[in-house]
């Protein structure tokens, strides 16, 4: 089954809709409905896939998203601005500890999503109340962790790049301590977190490649042969594949490549 790749933020998530006979194309924007409603997204590839890997009902593009669908996405997109400063205000009035991120409209402008972080569970009933009164819509008021929050906020990263999550990250990995021990970076807290607090995701860019080469060179302690002689190694640069032994009665540093030396079994 050809099914069709749609994403409906940058870096958002991707996901399968069935072509419906359509004429699609790669970067076409389509009209599709979702658990939320009516929405425009932008199809970002195709995949061939088993009907096994469906998990659910199979929703068809609608249709070919037109100008008119455009324009209102542009409308919609423009107005949460004004939604999003309403609610703070809102959560400001009843003192509600939470903090407003972001939000957005169905195409149909049918149901008004608003995302919030908090610490713990909140009572908004009365904030739902006066923003239904207001924008005489359905309100969904979602609450999201703090990587999520991240996400949809965008912010400078400790490299001084915009964040990973927020330009080309579709889906967030596992990332875990046990990597960062694996690379031998610092475990400070305030080195390996991000802005939203969490572990880097960026330490799992190179795990797989320091894994791979602490399979294929010796450990510290470790016993060598070089020039006929065994030595103890001393010290490792894994990046460059480099072991350093201390050589002589000078105990001379001397560092070595991967074809200089043998591995004692």
Not at 82 to 101: A, F, G, R, W, Y
Request: proline share 2%; aromatic share 8%.
């Amino acid at each position: 089954m050809r099914v069709s790749l749609v994403q409906f933020r940058r870096a958002g998530k991707k996901y399968y809709f069935g072509l419906n006979n359509l004429d699609i194309n790669n970067q076409d924007d389509v009209v599709v409905e979702t658990i939320r409603g009516i929405e425009v997204g932008k199809v970002v590839g195709f995949k061939d896939i088993d009907e096994s890997e469906i998990i659910g009902e199979l929703k068809p593009i609608i249709r070919t998203a037109t100008e008119e669908d455009l324009v209102q996405k542009e409308k919609n997109l423009a107005d949460v601005v004004e939604v999003v400063i309403t609610t703070k205000d809102l959560v400001k009035q009843h003192s509600l500890d939470m903090s407003i991120l972001d939000a957005e409209y169905t195409l149909d402008r049918k149901r008004l999503l608003i995302y919030f972080e908090a610490d713990e569970r909140v009572d908004f009933r009365e904030l739902v109340k006066d923003l239904s009164s207001i924008y005489q819509t359905r309100i969904e008021l979602r609450q999201i962790g703090s990587r999520d929050g991240a996400k949809l906020v965008g912010g400078i990263g400790p490299c001084g790049l915009i964040l990973c999550c927020n330009t080309f990250l579709g889906e967030f990995d596992v990332i875990t301590i046990k990597m960062a021990k694996n690379q031998n970076i610092s475990l400070n807290p305030s080195k390996i977190s991000g802005a939203c607090d969490k572990l880097l995701c960026c330490i799992k860019y190179e795990n797989d490649a320091y894994t791979h080469l602490k399979e294929i060179m010796p450990d510290i302690g470790d016993q060598i042969i070089y020039e006929k002689e065994k030595y103890e190694v001393r010290g490792i640069n894994l990046l460059k594949e480099k072991i350093l032994i201390f050589v002589g009665e000078d105990q001379e540093r001397l560092w070595l490549k991967k074809d200089q030396y043998e591995r004692v079994k």
